[in-house]
Nanobody
Framework: QVQLVESGGGVVQAGDSLRLSCAAS????????MAWFRQAPGQTRQIVAR????????YYTNSVKGRFTISSDNAKTTVYLQMNSLKPEDTAVYYC???????????WGQGTQVTVSS
């Protein structure tokens, strides 16, 4: 099972930018895509963005379209989430996940806190 480690969270003001990184211990055949999720206090964990390893196609939840960009390095062992024009409602713990053939996460990172003040 691949191990994931996120970094890059922090406390910023509205309108600022942050880049999150997710380093995978290895690239495995069981990983079909990588995704970023977030969980705000009292809310369920929700997907933010996803990138497919086979096609490099991307998906974004509506609330971050045009502001966030998911990408990876050439080795596909590190996934990034560039977050621009941050809003207070983006405040959450952000988790990286490796997605398997079922479309469900089979590995999670430990999470990194992003706090956006108004």
């Amino acid at each position: 099972q691949v191990q994931l480690v996120e970094s890059g969270g922090g406390v910023v003001q509205a309108g600022d930018s942050l880049r999150l990184s997710c380093a995978a211990s290895a690239r495995t055949s069981s990983t079909y895509s990588m995704a970023w999720f977030r969980q705000a206090p009292g809310q369920t964990r929700q997907i933010v963005a996803r990138i497919s390893w086979n096609t490099d196609s991307t998906y974004y939840t509506n609330s971050v379209k045009g502001r966030f960009t998911i990408s990876s390095d050439n080795a596909k062992t590190t996934v990034y989430l560039q977050m621009n024009s941050l809003k207070p409602e983006d405040t959450a713990v952000y988790y990286c996940a490796a997605i398997g053939a079922t479309g469900r996460p089979n590995s999670w990172g430990q999470g990194t806190q992003v706090t956006v003040s108004s």
